[in-house]
């Protein structure tokens, strides 16, 4: 059997990028192939710390970066730890909150910690790297960035730069200006350092991403190259990385588990085929199948599961998997005393939630009315009498019911459905 060439590996690797929709522009591409070719490559995305943790919206470029890696290249993780002082206007109609040092310190080392789940820093072949440009930038002095960086461009170059030019109606002000000279000077130093050769970024960065290979041509640093992913767009027109409750972040202390697991779920059948192809690793074959599900059997939904599903392993783990599968079924089927409880809480976090006294054995009336799932008693018997009310997943038709301390799940908690999907929870104190 004939294998494959190493020009052969390296266009089918670009080539699934492109099927998948990762490849949004290119500086140089055959050079750029030939190159991937004959060595590995090292490349490099940056990620401001401007949150003490990342969101969905970085989720694109982490994953390209275990692209590179499962192909056999060296990524480099670059957390912003001097550019986060600054502020990078791309994407922006106004000017960023400038944060303090130690906050930003702190948020930097949360980021490496996070960007460490997706990456093999311990590899044989070809380990994965985490820095920080704090560590070139913070010692710059003035003289020094003007004279022999900042002479390498020229005003009019920087202001045809969309990023830029996009903000001159609002105004910005000459530290976000400079966003640009620090990024190319962070590719210049990579590639003196790291032999990196590759910067990758989404669409947004295009600019900054050719004023660094600018800036390494005029200093004589080598050949190097660019690659812009796409801006994830959903169909509805719609912001992607937004829910009800705001940003979906990939720490589960600030979007829980579920949230996350749900948020994929909820995929629109226009879309889904396309984030499978950006957020998992799935083959052709499995997304080919999965496209004429979507076709076929829309209203099973199997192509979103599996979406959720694979994202929320990748992000969380095999076990919040399962825990967030938990909570889905629990939830359609009514029965939430399977839930341990986290599970419980995490599954009505957002809900309407009362609390009652623990010593207390109220009536199931009264707990309606404290919880807002009836305006009045008088719609509360209504909606008893009709078998509209649930306790803990028990439909309840008497309106003398009491609900006992024996019923309190985890010895505190009471869930009362009314309907099919309006949930209420009642916490004993």
Same mark, same amino acid.
């Given at each position: 059997?004939?294998?494959?060439?190493?020009?052969?590996?390296?266009?089918? #690797?670009?080539?699934?990028?492109?099927?998948?929709?990762?490849? &949004?522009?290119?500086?140089? =591409?055959?050079?750029?192939?030939?190159?991937?070719?004959?060595?590995?490559?090292?490349?490099?995305?940056?990620?401001?710390?401007?949150?003490?943790?990342? &969101? /969905?919206?970085?989720?694109?470029?982490?994953?390209?970066?275990?692209?590179?890696?499962?192909?056999?290249?060296?990524?480099?993780?670059?957390?912003?730890?001097?550019?986060?002082?600054?502020?990078?206007?791309?994407?922006?109609?106004?000017?960023?909150?400038?944060?303090?040092?130690?906050?930003?310190?702190?948020?930097?080392?949360?980021?490496?910690?996070?960007?460490? =789940?997706?990456?093999?820093? %311990?590899?044989? %072949?070809?380990?994965?790297?985490?820095?920080?440009?704090?560590?070139?930038?913070?010692?710059? %002095?003035?003289?020094?960035?003007?004279?022999?960086?900042?002479?390498?461009?020229?005003?009019?170059?920087?202001?045809?730069?969309?990023?830029?030019?996009?903000?001159?109606?609002?105004?910005?002000?000459?530290?976000?200006?400079?966003?640009?000279?620090?990024?190319?000077?962070? #590719?210049?130093?990579?590639? *003196?350092? &790291?032999?990196?050769?590759?910067?990758?970024?989404?669409?947004?960065?295009?600019?900054?991403?050719?004023?660094?290979?600018?800036?390494?041509?005029?200093?004589?640093?080598?050949?190097?190259?660019? /690659?812009?992913?796409?801006?994830?767009?959903? *169909?509805?027109?719609?912001?992607?990385?937004?829910?009800?409750?705001?940003?979906?972040?990939?720490?589960?202390?600030?979007?829980?588990?579920?949230?996350?697991?749900?948020?994929?779920?909820?995929?629109?059948?226009?879309?889904?085929?396309?984030?499978?192809?950006?957020?998992?690793?799935?083959? =052709?074959?499995? /997304?080919?199948?999965?496209?004429?599900?979507?076709?076929?059997?829309?209203?099973?939904?199997?192509?979103?599961?599996?979406?959720?599903?694979?994202?929320?392993?990748?992000?969380?783990? %095999?076990?919040?998997?399962?825990?967030?599968?938990?909570?889905?079924?629990?939830?359609?089927?009514?029965?939430?005393?399977?839930?341990?409880?986290?599970?419980?809480?995490?599954?009505?976090?957002?809900?309407?939630?009362?609390?009652?006294?623990?010593?207390?054995?109220?009536?199931?009336?009264?707990?309606?009315?404290?919880?807002?799932?009836?305006?009045?008693?008088?719609?509360?018997?209504?909606?008893?009498?009709?078998?509209?009310?649930?306790?803990?997943?028990?439909?309840?038709?008497?309106?003398?019911?009491?609900?006992?301390?024996?019923?309190?799940?985890?010895?505190?908690?009471?869930?009362? =459905?009314?309907?099919?999907?309006?949930?209420?929870?009642?916490? #004993?104190?």
């Amino acid at each position: 059997m004939t294998q494959p060439t190493a020009t052969g590996i390296a266009t089918d #690797f670009l080539e699934e990028l492109e099927y998948r929709g990762l490849i &949004h522009q290119t500086t140089n =591409r055959e050079a750029l192939l030939e190159k991937m070719s004959n060595d590995r490559v090292v490349l490099y995305c940056g990620f401001d710390p401007t949150a003490d943790s990342l &969101h /969905i919206g970085s989720l694109l470029p982490i994953l390209m970066l275990r692209r590179f890696q499962q192909a056999g290249h060296n990524p480099i993780a670059l957390v912003g730890g001097g550019t986060g002082l600054i502020g990078d206007p791309s994407g922006r109609s106004t000017e960023r909150s400038l944060n303090t040092d130690e906050t930003v310190a702190q948020w930097t080392d949360s980021l490496k910690r996070q960007l460490s =789940r997706f990456l093999d820093f %311990d590899a044989q %072949d070809n380990p994965a790297k985490l820095v920080s440009n704090y560590d070139w930038l913070a010692p710059l %002095d003035i003289i020094t960035f003007l004279r022999d960086i900042g002479k390498n461009f020229t005003v009019n170059y920087m202001l045809a730069k969309d990023s830029v030019d996009s903000r001159l109606a609002n105004g910005i002000s000459f530290t976000e200006f400079s966003y640009m000279i620090l990024q190319a000077y962070d #590719f210049y130093r990579l590639l *003196s350092e &790291h032999n990196c050769s590759l910067q990758i970024g989404g669409s947004d960065q295009w600019g900054n991403i050719t004023a660094g290979l600018d800036l390494i041509g005029k200093m004589g640093g080598g050949d190097a190259y660019g /690659i812009t992913m796409p801006l994830v767009t959903k *169909s509805d027109g719609k912001k992607f990385g937004k829910s009800e409750s705001g940003a979906v972040w990939l720490d589960s202390t600030k979007t829980s588990v579920y949230t996350f697991y749900q948020f994929w779920i909820n995929t629109d059948d226009n879309d889904v085929i396309k984030f499978l192809k950006y957020f998992t690793f799935l083959n =052709r074959e499995q /997304i080919a199948a999965l496209e004429s599900e979507v076709s076929e059997r829309p209203e099973k939904r199997a192509a979103q599961r599996e979406l959720a599903r694979e994202v929320t392993r990748l992000v969380h783990g %095999d076990a919040a998997v399962e825990s967030a599968e938990r909570i889905t079924e629990a939830l359609f089927s009514g029965d939430v005393t399977k839930l341990n409880e986290s599970e419980l809480v995490e599954a009505l976090a957002g809900m309407p939630t009362a609390e009652q006294p623990a010593g207390e054995e109220p009536l199931l009336i009264d707990l309606l009315i404290a919880s807002k799932a009836a305006p009045s008693k008088r719609q509360a018997r209504q909606d008893i009498e009709s078998g509209a009310v649930y306790v803990n997943g028990e439909k309840t038709t008497s309106i003398e019911a009491v609900v006992t301390a024996a019923q309190r799940l985890h010895g505190q908690y009471v869930v009362l =459905r009314r309907g099919k999907k309006n949930y209420y929870l009642v916490r #004993f104190v």
